[in-house]
């Protein structure tokens, strides 16, 4: 089974992939984690990206697409974690997997208050985490990101989970909605 995982930044995307991906013996994709990297090596991906991540701003459709199409795994099942965030990568993914046979199966929503967003990322103290960029991301994500919840919805791929609760039980949330499918 091939995931989306869908959140603000702050919902808990990171923490919850690496649980399920375990259970369900997925690869793991983060595309955030991916950037780090590359600005931490300094790599003409992480040159690119580098500013606008400092801003708290998306990096261009264009470099997600082709970043996307390099790591998804041939022979695995996937958890995607940061990405797709716009419509265009959504249905940039979907064509690219259309090619090879695949498809995404389930998209999961992590669904979390704009209040405790703010608290967990100023808690969290990354180095794209100061207040003005947070508000920033958060803003760009009900621009940008947000229309992706209609788009799996229309496709009858979406499950949303609360995600205002202890990690815990949000794992749970999301164990059972697996169990159910
Ligand atoms: P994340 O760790 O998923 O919050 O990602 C950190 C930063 O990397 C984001 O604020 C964006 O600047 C950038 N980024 C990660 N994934 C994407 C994506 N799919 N599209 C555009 N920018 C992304």
């Known amino acids: 089974m091939n995931i989306v995982l869908l959140g603000a930044p702050g919902a808990g995307k990171g923490t919850q992939a690496e649980k399920i991906s375990m259970h369900l013996q997925l690869s793991h994709i983060s595309t955030g984690e991916i950037l780090r990297d590359a600005v931490e090596k300094k790599t003409t991906l992480g040159v690119k990206a580098k500013s606008y991540m400092d801003q708290g701003d998306l990096v261009p459709d264009d470099i997600m697409i082709s970043l996307i199409k390099e790591v998804l795994p041939e022979n695995k099942d996937f958890l995607l974690d940061g990405f797709p965030r716009t ?23 992590l669904d979390v208050s704009r209040e405790l967003l703010m608290v967990r990322m100023e808690k969290r103290g990354r180095s794209d985490d100061n207040r003005q960029t947070i508000e ?42 697996l169990e159910a499918r």
């Open 87 to 109: 419509l265009d990568q959504a249905i940039a993914l979907d064509q690219s997997l259309d090619k090879e046979g695949k498809a995404i199966h389930l998209a999961i929503n």
């Open 136 to 177: 920033r991301r958060l803003d760009n994500y009900d621009k940008q990101t947000l229309p992706l919840i209609e788009y799996y919805k229309s496709q009858g791929k979406l499950k949303s989970v609360d995600g205002n609760q202890i990690i815990g039980v949000v794992e749970n949330s999301i164990l059972e909605l």
